[in-house]
């Protein structure tokens, strides 16, 4: 948000927490840090699928029961999916002194259009004026 006031970027943390994949393919990760305390030690379950080189695709479960039906047996139907696109060259080096180990203090509710904004020809400008600070071409 500093950025649409001041030209400032700043990447905070939202939250963190340790994942393990086991044999079946079914990712548990356990929150250890996040700007929602009723997360802190919450576990997500979710199945990763390949799509293509730098895309996978994530399928959410409500228990680790239920992901390890659907990747073991094809069984039940995920609570929610999505998937994730590598963004090759946006590493520590470009990212640079944007990057901060400070929590952010933005309730989840006011996260959400940050992490997901809709896609008007206001956020794709904003998106096109970051990528440029960032000497990146969008």
């Given amino acids: 948000m500093a950025f649409l006031t001041d030209g400032t970027l700043r990447y905070e943390r939202y939250g963190e927490g340790n994942c393990t994949i ?16 009723d997360e802190i030690g919450a576990s997500y379950f979710d199945v990763m699928t390949v799509i293509d080189a730098d895309t996978v695709g994530s399928q959410f479960f409500e228990t680790r029961a239920a992901a390890t039906a659907y990747a073991t047996r094809a069984q039940g139907r995920p609570s929610f999916e999505s ?11 470009v990212l640079g002194d944007a990057l901060t180990d400070k929590m952010t203090t933005l309730s989840t509710d006011d996260q ?5 904004p809709e896609f008007d020809e206001a956020s794709r ?12 071409q969008p």
């Fill in 22 to 37: 086991d044999a079946d393919r079914v990712e548990v990760c356990t929150t250890t840090a996040s700007s929602d305390k």
């Fill in 83 to 93: 998937h994730f696109v590598r963004c090759n060259g946006f590493d520590e080096t």
């Fill in 112 to 116: 959400g259009p940050l992490q997901s």
């Fill in 125 to 136: 400008a904003t998106m096109r004026a970051i990528l440029t600070k960032l000497g990146t």
